[in-house]
């Protein structure tokens, strides 16, 4: 079965310190891999994806990931973390060979200190 | 400005009632989704639908219901055999299908019960 995990339910961090939030993926074949950011009672955001090509992907925000197809891992990390980047982040996964469907995982919740 | 709209911001069922939630997105994409979010359950889907008058069941399908007679417009029907509604709602669309499957989100209906 498709899966993704997010290991850590909540990432703590001081203000300009970089931060990693985790996630891996039990998918067939090759993903599509998609990190979304949510701040209170609002929606999700895009925030970056894998297609292929380069394992770093630059997103929105200063935001960047590492795929590692070995390690079945698309961790996403920023080199220095702000108050603003609090949120609740979720990492998704969407088969490529076809189909609608987009699985996400349980989400992280990101707490950053000034 | 091209985007999705879910309304009402805030909606409220009584016992037994049946409830509508309303999607619209004028970004032309052909495939719309509905989610629930639960805390700390990420983000399970309820129904889909890649193009006009056609919808799947998602994982949790029990207890609603939806149409899609036009290509803007996916609303949500919670009905009374849905024993637990309270949740956070949120409509999702993406392009066609070949485009990475990048989702957009609305800004969510937060369903309560009296």
């Known amino acids: 079965a498709q899966s993704v995990a997010q290991p850590e339910d909540q990432v703590n961090v001081a203000e300009g310190n970089p931060l990693t939030v985790k996630c891996t993926y039990s998918v067939s074949g090759n993903p599509y891999l998609f990190w979304y950011v949510q701040y209170p009672n609002r929606g999700l955001q895009f925030l970056l994806k894998y297609i292929t090509g380069d394992n770093l992907v630059k997103g929105s925000y200063g935001f960047e990931a590492e795929f590692n197809k070995s390690q079945t891992s698309f961790h996403l990390k920023k080199p220095s973390a702000l108050v603003s980047d609090s949120a609740l982040y979720f990492c998704a996964v969407r088969d490529r060979t076809g189909g609608f469907k987009t699985i996400f995982g349980a989400g992280t919740r990101l707490f950053v200190k000034a | 400005d091209g985007g999705i709209t879910q309304s009402p911001k805030y909606l409220f069922r009584k016992e037994g009632q049946n409830v509508t939630l309303s999607c619209e997105q004028n970004?032309?994409?052909?495939?719309m989704y509905w989610y629930r979010q639960d805390p700390g359950q990420g983000l399970r889907l309820i129904y889909y639908s890649q193009i006009v008058n056609d919808f799947q069941k998602g994982d949790i399908a029990e207890g609603y219901s939806v149409s899609r007679e036009k290509k803007e417009s996916f609303p949500l029907t919670v009905t009374s055999a849905q024993k637990n509604p309270t949740a956070f709602y949120l409509c999702?669309?993406?392009?066609?299908f070949g485009q990475g499957g990048t989702q957009y989100f609305g800004p969510g209906t937060r369903l309560l019960v009296l």
């Open positions: 999702a669309s993406t392009p066609s």
């Open positions: 970004l032309n994409h052909d495939a």
